[in-house]
């Protein structure tokens, strides 16, 4: 069975750091596009960052960019998320998201194939 599951949220204070993890498990990630992706209380899910199969593409959206990394680790089969100067507004659950597109990086959710169940990161002092 297709899984990807998320981890590494939790509470920060602003300014603070977490790293987020997307594992997957049932098949490899070498060939898929992978992006992360938010949704905050009341507001639409939202792209943050992607990251190619080879991880030599990546995209962050305009509100995370010099803050926020998105890696990968093919060997573990896994994507982080560093996310440095986290803000209130970074406040949301966070989605890690799967499509077989080798070579690109994918940005829009309804491009995405399969999906994460989402931790939650909440930035507050």
């Known amino acids: 069975q297709l899984q990807l599951v998320e981890s590494g949220g939790g509470l920060v204070q602003p300014g603070g750091s977490l790293r987020l993890s997307c594992a997957a498990s049932?098949?490899?990630?070498?060939?898929?596009?992978i992006g992360w992706f938010r949704q905050a209380p009341g507001k639409e899910r939202e792209g943050v960052s992607c990251?190619?199969?080879?991880?030599?593409?990546?995209n962050y959206a305009d509100s995370v960019k010099g803050r926020f990394t998105i890696s990968r680790d093919n060997a573990k089969n896994t994507v982080y998320l560093q996310m440095n100067s986290l803000k209130s507004e970074d406040t949301a659950v966070y989605y890690c998201?799967?499509?077989?597109?080798?070579?690109?990086?994918?940005?829009?959710?309804?491009?995405?194939?399969?999906w994460g169940k989402g931790t939650l990161v909440t930035v507050s002092s």
């Open positions: 990251i190619s199969s080879s991880g030599g593409s990546t």
């Open positions: 049932g098949f490899t990630l070498d060939s898929y596009a």
């Open positions: 998201a799967a499509v077989f597109k080798p070579g690109i990086c994918v940005s829009d959710p309804q491009n995405m194939k399969y």
